[in-house]
Every structure is written in C-alpha cells, then in structure tokens.
C-alpha cells in the first residue's frame, strides 16, 4: 500500500513589538529598584536628581519592591493582560480571581519542574508547596526569595503594594517633561517593527533589538519585544511557559536631538574615563579571561572588580557568559566611527 505524505508548513516562533505606558512605567520601577546594578543605567544620574521630588509614600513603595523584587511579579502581570493604560492594569488586579493570579505571578522553570508549579498553584494556600517549588530556584540572585515571597504573604497586600508603587511612580513620571518624548518614541518603535519577516524570527530579534542573541526555546512560540526607554542601556529577558520576553533599549535616534551626544556615547566615556576600566579593557583584548584570573591579575577585590566590569559591561564593551568575560572588538570599533559622526569628522 502506497501512503501519500502532504507535507506540513514548518512552524515557527512568532515575533511581535509591544510598547505602552504600563510597560515603561513598570520598567522604570524595575530599574531604579535593580540596587546592584543601578549605578549603570543611563537614568541614574537623573532618578537621584528626581528622588528629592518623590513622595514619601512612592519612596516607601519602591523600597519595598526593592527587598521583594516583586517587580518581576509586575512584569509578569503586564505580560498576561497586554493593559495599555495604567488604570486598565490597575483594574485587572481586582478582577482576576486569587488562582489565576498565581498561575502569573508564580515563575517557570522547566517543563521538569512545570508539575509541581501547577500543583503549588492549585493548592495556593499551602505556603509549604512555595517552599519547596522554591529550592528549585536555589542559587538565582532572586527568584528563590520571589517565590517564597508568594507563599509567605497574602495575595492582598501583594496586589495593594503593587498598585500603590505603579499608581505613584505613574503620577510622579508621567509630569516630568521628558516623559511625552519618551512615550513618541516608543509609539514610533513600535510602528517601525509591524511588520516582521516570519521566516526568520531569529534574525529578526536581532535586527530590532540591536543585537540581542535570541536561542530558540522547547515550548517557546512567542517571543515578545518591548523596547524601552527607563531599563537602558540593558536588554532584560523574562520566560513564561510558552512566551520569551526580551526588553530592549529603544533606538537612539528617536530620543537624540540634533548636537546632542546620544547616550551611548556618554555612557561609553564614562566607562572608558577611569585607569582601572582602560587597564581590564587592554587585557581583555588580549584574551578572555574569569573573574578569578582578574581578581588575582589586578590585586582587587571580586566586589570591586564586578562593579568596575559591570559599567563596561553596561556600556557594551565587554561581555560575559558564564563567569568568563571577553572584549567586543566590534562594539568598541563602531564607538570610534560614533564619536567621530558625532564630531562631524570623515574617517
């Protein structure tokens, strides 16, 4: 017997860009409560600047969010409604019931793992099930501490923390006067990148995020993009069961005005302004080398050492994977052609 075999379209991941207000406000959020890192956002400068401005109860707020990290929880919120508005995602903590709110909030590992999440989801008010859903995030800088988080404390005061940090970082961002250049620019993004070329989902994440790398996922058939202005100069990727988020720093020319140096290059000279910084950077475009071989090369603590890798990391000039820290040669050749762009100087 002869069997006929149509064959079947190849399926593919599928890419969109998403910009709104709720997500840069919640990136904003993210950011200035990213304690160990903060130093390094483009932003930093301006938020101590705005802190003096801030309200006591907004302050409080994101102290809180900073020792709970339930930003992350926010992000994932975001993510499951899609709110454009600030009040449409406030409205939606009180219409969902307390069992789908922690299918969101409750983090994925792996499809290993995806069992006993469902199950401590179902059983939400066992606080030993988080417990022990927990120890498999044991080792992340946060996660572990999130998901015990979730079982430790009522689902209220989660939701009321939550609204109380969006609602007055939204009325405290939203009147400074960069705020409608930053929402234009996001708008324009995001109409830019409509239209993406399905076929090769891979190159396209790359093309819009400037060069992020993106490797296909089991399970992921969704990979979502949100530019932002607030979380720069870093990407932040988030991973649901079925979704990858990828949150990437809005193009440059959008926020730029004509003679202003972009942030890119004030960020690069920050970097590059600092003995130290130049030191790891020759030796780095020598060889890659660990944390460890730096630590003992240079005489310096891993704490002081990390700090002064993380602003050339920020800045892109380096990258790391896995405790092994390498030169972009790339990178730093096209900061040359900027600033000589910038001078308005032939090369």
Same mark, same amino acid.
């Given at each position: ?229 607030? #979380? %720069? ?10 979704? *990858? &988020?990828?949150? +990437?720093?809005?193009?440059? @020319? ?70 092994? #820290? %390498? ?10 052609? *900027? &600033?000589?762009? +910038?001078?308005?100087?032939? @090369?």
């Amino acid at each position: 017997m002869n069997y006929f075999l149509a064959s079947q379209p190849a399926e593919t991941v599928n890419v969109t860009v998403e910009s709104s207000q709720v997500w840069e406000v919640l990136l904003g959020i993210s950011g200035y409560t990213h304690a160990q890192l903060r130093h390094t956002f483009g932003l930093d400068e301006q938020w101590k600047t705005w802190k003096n401005t801030m309200s006591l109860e907004l302050l409080q707020a994101l102290k809180e969010i900073e020792e709970t990290n339930l930003w992350y929880g926010m992000l994932l919120l975001q993510n499951h409604w899609g709110a454009k508005f600030i009040q449409d995602f406030l409205n939606a903590m009180d219409q969902e019931s307390h069992q789908t709110l922690y299918e969101v909030l409750l983090p994925y590992h792996s499809q290993k793992t995806e069992a006993n999440r469902k199950d401590t989801v179902l059983n939400y008010s066992d606080k030993i099930r988080f417990v022990q859903y927990a120890k498999s995030f044991q080792g992340h800088d946060y996660l572990e501490g999130y998901v015990r988080l979730l079982g430790e404390r009522a689902i209220e005061d989660i939701l009321s923390l939550m609204k109380t940090v969006t609602k007055e970082w939204h009325d405290f961002i939203r009147i400074q006067l960069v705020w409608d250049k930053w929402m234009q620019a996001l708008r324009f993004e995001e109409k830019e990148n409509q239209r993406l070329n399905r076929d090769q989902p891979v190159n396209e994440i790359q093309r819009v995020t400037g060069g992020a790398e993106y490797v296909p996922e089991p399970s992921v058939w969704h990979v979502k993009l949100v530019p932002h202005v607030s #979380y %720069r100069p870093w990407v932040l990727s988030l991973r649901t069961v079925d979704t *990858k &988020l990828l949150f +990437y720093p809005v193009n440059e @020319e959008y926020l730029t005005e004509p003679g202003q140096p972009s942030s890119v290059l004030i960020s690069g000279h920050k970097a590059l302004g600092d003995e130290l910084r130049l030191q790891l950077l020759h030796t780095l475009m020598k060889g890659q080398q660990s944390l460890q071989e730096l630590s003992g090369q240079f005489q310096i603590s891993k704490t002081t050492l990390h700090h002064q890798l993380s602003i050339l990391k920020s800045s892109g000039f380096i990258s790391a994977e896995k405790g092994v #820290y %390498r030169a972009n040669t790339d990178t730093i050749q096209q900061f040359s052609g *900027k &600033l000589n762009e +910038y001078l308005g100087l032939k @090369e």
